[in-house]
């Protein structure tokens, strides 16, 4: 029988996902949790599993696509039963529907016109296909839609362009090597991935192959078409994801985690007045004790860093001026003091930032604030990070001089109420005692919510901070 699955709730909260990439196709055999898609919310990239054991009947979105959470996203057929729809009450349905669906097992047609069809209240199976093998084009839909007449005859060289492209595909250039009356390309979803990914037009893709008597382009034909510097868009347009347009400029899609990224930015920007307070500790000690400490981590397989340090002078300083460890909510009047110390470590991905949180910091070693923070970081610029692991954090750390740069302003990861941005841990000169010497320092960044915090205490919770990494001892007493 057939079994239906809608897009789940794959965050807290989240209304809708880009589907990035399917990992199945039409037909292949499925196990229970096995990973389908791909998808991409506004909190981080997750895979979608099979809620049933079973073979995949139908894609119903195309990749690119944003799906409605609740929405039908995958019909699977269970246990080799016949699929049905919801419609099939109807036993006189149109005969032609009728013999394509016992002939294939399932109503041929590309997920862009299956959602054209949902738009316009068409039922697929009521539509006689007039491509290659009763292939169902959108000009089909879109003749039953207007008044349910036939569709004329098959599709020839004549076609339109705009009947035998896909609403998200570009017609192939005057330069193709396709034959002109080729249909949209048939390939895996994956390949059309990788086209993307590429910057290549399916479309102008040589198909290379045959499947059931159709041409039909692999990933392989993608890469080699590619390879061989024939990407360019033409001028009908670009790939889904990037879209060359006039004057030599680009433009990509403003949504998922870079939209999210963006309006909780403005967010917090104009709705927190910032002050940003700067100082530079000199850490000769911390970066001796580090280094004695790293080869004792690697014999544990802990890669040992010098944020954990600073995470754990964050916290200690936070003991002593809690309300850099708060949230002003505004509808209540009033300033939570937070009593948990999560702390938040902004992590630089291919999609934007995010930030990865380690919980309860002040309750955990070295060494394994060293292996969950990794962890996190890595699982955030893989893209597999669970939302949660992204929730209650109470203070964030942004380590801008990993990249490069002493001081900059960080932005509040609001609704918290401080910031503290790391330079680059470098030899500078230090003036003590009247002599001027070359020590090993840190460029402080500290950035606050007015509303909520002096600009008295942001100094003594950075002083205090300084010296908890000028004399790294003083955390054993922590």
Do not use: C
């Not at 039922?123 to 039953?144: F, Y």
Request: hydrophobic share 40%; glycine share 8%.
């Amino acid at each position: 029988m057939a079994r239906e699955f809608t897009l789940p709730d794959v965050g807290e909260g989240v209304a809708e996902g880009e589907l990035v990439r399917w990992l199945v196709d039409e037909g292949d055999t499925v196990t229970e949790d096995q990973p389908v898609a791909e998808v991409e919310t506004d909190k981080a990239q997750v895979e979608v599993p099979a809620p049933v054991d079973g073979t995949v009947q139908e894609l119903h979105w195309a990749e690119g696509d944003v799906v409605p959470v609740g929405d039908l996203f995958v019909t699977f057929d269970v246990d080799g039963e016949a699929s049905a729809t919801a419609d099939d009450g109807d036993e006189s349905g149109d005969e032609a529907a009728s013999a394509t669906s016992e002939a294939s097992g399932r109503t041929f047609a590309p997920p862009s016109v299956r959602t054209l069809a949902r738009e316009l209240g068409v039922d697929l199976d009521s539509v006689e296909g007039s491509g290659p093998s009763g292939r169902i084009t959108d000009g089909d839909v879109r003749a039953a839609a207007e008044g349910g007449e036939d569709t004329t005859e098959p599709a020839t060289e004549a076609t339109s362009a705009t009947e035998r492209v896909d609403e998200d595909d570009t017609a192939a250039s005057a330069g193709s090597q396709e034959p002109a009356g080729r249909e949209k390309t048939l390939a895996a979803p994956a390949t059309r991935g990788v086209a993307r990914e590429l910057g290549v037009d399916i479309n102008d893709v040589p198909a290379v192959e045959q499947r059931d008597g159709e041409a039909f382009v692999t990933a392989e034909a993608v890469q080699a078409y590619a390879e061989g510097g024939q990407a360019a868009q033409g001028e009908a347009g670009g790939a889904a994801t990037r879209e060359f347009v006039a004057g030599g400029e680009t433009t990509e899609p403003y949504r998922g985690i870079r939209r999210t990224i963006g309006e909780q930015m403005a967010e917090s920007k104009y709705t927190a007045p910032h002050v940003t307070h700067h100082d530079t500790a000199v850490i000769d000690s911390l970066v001796e004790t580090r280094s004695k400490l790293k080869a004792r981590a690697e014999a544990e397989d802990v890669k040992l860093t010098y944020m954990p340090f600073v995470m754990k002078a964050v916290v200690a300083a936070l003991k002593e001026f809690p309300v850099l460890n708060s949230e002003l909510r505004e509808d209540d009047e009033e300033i939570a003091l937070k009593q948990d110390y999560n702390i938040g470590v902004a992590v630089a991905t291919d999609a934007g930032l995010m930030v990865p949180v380690v919980e309860h910091v002040d309750q955990k070693s070295m060494l394994e604030i060293s292996t969950e923070m990794n962890d996190l970081v890595e699982q955030a610029r893989e893209r597999s990070i669970a939302p949660a692991d992204m929730d209650g954090g109470t203070f964030t750390i942004t380590n801008f001089g990993a990249i490069g740069g002493e001081y900059a302003t960080p932005i509040i990861n609001y609704p918290e109420t401080a910031i503290l941005g790391l330079g680059a841990i470098d030899e500078r000169p230090v003036a003590e005692d009247g002599d001027v010497r070359a020590a090993q320092t840190l460029p402080l960044s500290l950035s606050i919510d007015h509303r909520v915090i002096d600009g008295a205490e942001a100094a003594q919770f950075t002083n205090r901070v300084m010296e908890y990494l000028t004399d790294p001892e003083l955390l054993l007493l922590e």
